[in-house]
């Protein structure tokens, strides 16, 4: 059974950091893209930002709205990606949910965490 | 960047009656379209992938059609357990991009 537990949320103030961790089992995450998508009630689902595999040299790609403030990262031997989150402003509000690819499947965001919780303000 | 056009923004139905959703992409993303469905307090739950794909252990009455850029979903006979939001997601390009989202109520 696939799990992904998403934790490090909270309240944190803005231009404030903050950073994610989501921890998986059920499936062989070194061979799964891993994605952050988030979800609040202004903006909806928004992809945020992915990380490849090893054989792509780690490739990370953000949304225009994240883009150099947040970084992906992974570790494959802890099962885990994460999401580093800086310069926080209050549309980054939200819930912030992990979430695997297996590049070539059509399936897009098959599994979700129950998601962690982020809210900025002052 | 596609956008992607979602409506209705929300609709009731009695139940048995039929629900169409549609989603309208910016750009030509042949059938890269997803469909989800997210009840309150949970994570969206993928109902039918890219090609049109009613994902395993989902029910038939639910369906999509669509290609290039006029993607519909659709639930047949609804039942008032399908109360829920429904998204649409483009995985063509990215960024993936989601629909805005329909609210479905039952009358």
């Known amino acids: 059974e696939v799990k992904l537990e998403e934790s490090g949320g909270g309240l944190v103030q803005p231009g404030g950091s903050m950073k994610l961790s989501c921890v998986a089992s059920g499936f062989t995450f070194s061979n799964y893209w891993m994605n952050w998508v988030r979800q609040s009630p202004e903006k909806g689902l928004e992809w945020v930002a992915e990380i490849r595999l090893k054989s792509n040299n780690y490739a990370t790609h953000y949304a225009e709205s994240v883009k150099g403030r947040f970084t992906i990262s992974r570790d494959d031997s802890k099962s885990s990606v994460y999401l580093q989150m800086n310069n926080l402003r209050a549309e980054d509000t939200g819930i912030y949910y992990c979430?695997?690819?297996?590049?070539?499947?059509?399936?897009?965001?098959?599994?979700w965490g129950q998601g962690t919780l982020v809210t900025v303000s002052a | 960047e596609t956008t992607v056009t979602q409506s209705p923004a929300s609709l009731s139905v009695a139940t048995g009656e039929k629900v169409t959703i549609r989603c309208i992409t910016s750009t030509d993303i042949d059938d890269d379209m997803n469909w989800y469905q997210q009840k309150p307090g949970e994570p969206p739950k993928l109902l039918i992938s890219e090609g049109n794909t009613l994902r395993p252990g989902v029910p038939s009455r639910f369906s999509s059609s669509g290609y290039g850029t006029d993607f519909v979903f659709t639930i047949e006979n609804t039942l008032s357990e399908d109360v829920a939001d429904y998204y649409c997601l483009q995985s063509d390009n990215m960024p993936y991009t989601f629909g805005g989202g329909t609210k479905l109520e039952i009358k």
């Open positions: 979430t695997p690819h297996y590049y070539g499947s059509s399936a897009w965001f098959a599994y």
